[in-house]
């Protein structure tokens, strides 16, 4: 079990940057991949970014490569989301999830066991 808690989400500005935080909890947190992801009114949630148990994969969605690091501290135990260069359409819900460790870096919001509550991320323009 992993109990998973977000914070850093607030309103910012285009063209700002912000650190989403995500605390885990539970005895096998090291061992389980995390992602981020999002989601806006009226869609759907989709992925951003994801990390392996290790920390030595990476994987991000084309819309924020370039722009957001995913990273993670497994002696905090902390997954961070460091968002650059935001934009309006960066607006959205953010969560954190968990899943056990694989030898892929997984995408989608079924592949996911543990989730956040969530925190909110609205770009003005």
């Known amino acids: 079990q992993v109990q998973l808690v977000e914070s850093g989400g607030g309103l910012v500005q285009a063209g700002d940057s912000l650190r989403l935080s995500c605390v885990a909890s539970g005895r096998t947190y090291s061992s389980y991949d995390m992602g981020w992801f999002r989601q806006a009114p009226g869609k759907e949630r989709e992925f951003v970014a994801g990390?392996?148990?290790?920390?030595?994969?990476?994987r991000y969605a084309d819309s924020v490569k370039g722009r957001f690091t995913i990273s993670r501290d497994n002696a905090k135990p902390t997954v961070y989301l460091q968002m650059n260069s935001l934009k309006p359409e960066d607006t959205a819900v953010y969560y954190c999830a968990a899943r056990p460790g694989s030898i892929i870096v997984r995408t989608t919001v079924d592949e996911y066991n543990y989730w956040g509550q969530g925190t909110q991320v609205t770009v003005s323009s």
């Open positions: 990390i392996s148990w290790r920390g030595g994969m990476t």
